[in-house]
């Protein structure tokens, strides 16, 4: 940090297991500095704040009666109380960011914009996977999706029961194919099975987009192995990445036009290419995920230090974040038209079966 680097206080509401990380992560940002952390949970609440050299306080009143000056915070409570934790927040023009998803719906997710809004202060989504270091790479290649597949599968954890497994987990990537499809949606079918409660536990998702584009996404908490994957079709070229293991391949059609070119005349000749190993005839590269022009190389180690970053980096520039209220609104959105079309879709088969 530099001498004349303007320094940012920094609080964290709500420090169970991602608040925590924030804490941690926090301390380690030059140019952050960590004051204070709240929870409801005092002994937690001390315990973080012992770990990481600060202040501890049961509200956020109480914190800000003693910091009155803080300029940014992250809200990493439990979803259902973004709007009650966030909104005493905002409404002084403290900089926001609010863990995902926004909100529980999409009335409150709106209701937490517009205190932003009315009151001139930054908020910013925590959308991590925004910031691993692949998913950077695809939206840097600023392709045209026509078609999208998704898979979001892990063991169960027993956390976040009390929402379904679009709004804990498949979230992320309807957030992600929003991005990449660059177009509003148009149509959501949807299925899911409840299995451990009231909640969707397994659930698919199929979207269309008003420009043609379709996403297909997975998710599921019950899972006997974890596999976080999304492959990307597009005129130009072909993607697919492993968010977990932060790298993909990449195939250019350009790249391989000549071989393509020949395998359409042999084929038009009435050639018989069944013999032909197709993967030996197209050009396969390794994602390009090299940190951009003046990113700090730990960005593509840990996402969740580049996303604190990049939103202390937007509070001291006063400018709107990278991933900013409006896709978080319209990640609540997508969520919640799925949501709607699990409860539509009719299983006529079981129907019949109870007959």
Known sequence: MSSGQDVIDVAVVGVGRMGRHHARTYKKIAGARLVAVVDADAERAGAVADEYGCESFGTVDEMLAKFPDVRAVSVAVPTAYHLRAATPLLSRGIACLVEKPMAPTVAEAKALADEATRHGAILQIGHTERFNPAV?????????????EVHRVSTMTFRSLDVGVVMDMMIH????VLTLAGSPLARVDAAGVAVLG????????RLVFQN????????????????????VFSEDAYVSLDYQKRNGVVIHRAANSDALDEVRRQLESG??????DYSRLVSVEELNMAAAPGEAEDWRNDPLTAELTSFIDAVRRGVTPEVDAQAGFAAVDAAERVVAAIRAHRWEGLEKARV
């Not at 950077?136 to 999208?148: D, K, L, Q, S």
């Not at 043609?212 to 908490?221: D, K, M, Y």
């Not at 050639?271 to 032909?276: A, F, M, Q």
């Open 212 to 231: 043609g584009c379709v996403a297909n996404l997975t998710a599921s908490r019950l899972a006997l192995k974890t596999e976080r994957k999304l492959r």
């Open 136 to 148: 950077r790479a695809v939206v840097g290649m600023n392709i045209r999706p026509r078609f999208m």
């Open 271 to 276: 050639e018989d290419l069944s013999s032909l």
């Open 198 to 205: 009231e909640h969707e536990d397994v659930a698919n998702a």
């Open 173 to 176: 990537d309807l957030d992600i």
